[in-house]
């Protein structure tokens, strides 16, 4: 097993818990929008911040796509 995919899982349940959405809505979210491939690329910072910074993170990130 890889060590982004413990803090993959991670993200994405506290970005679940804080926006109030099912994981399938999750899922679906991150996938739209290339998110887990995100958090991948970019494992060695963003494990090293709090859950608060990386629902941020995402939001700003998937924010960014919409309007690509």
Known sequence: MSRELPFLVLCVEEYKNHKGMSGKEVMELF???SVCEYI???YEVLHTTGTKYIVN???LYIKSRQMA
């Open 31 to 33: 996938n739209k929008y």
């Open 40 to 42: 991948k690329a970019f």
């Open 57 to 59: 993170d995402i939001d």
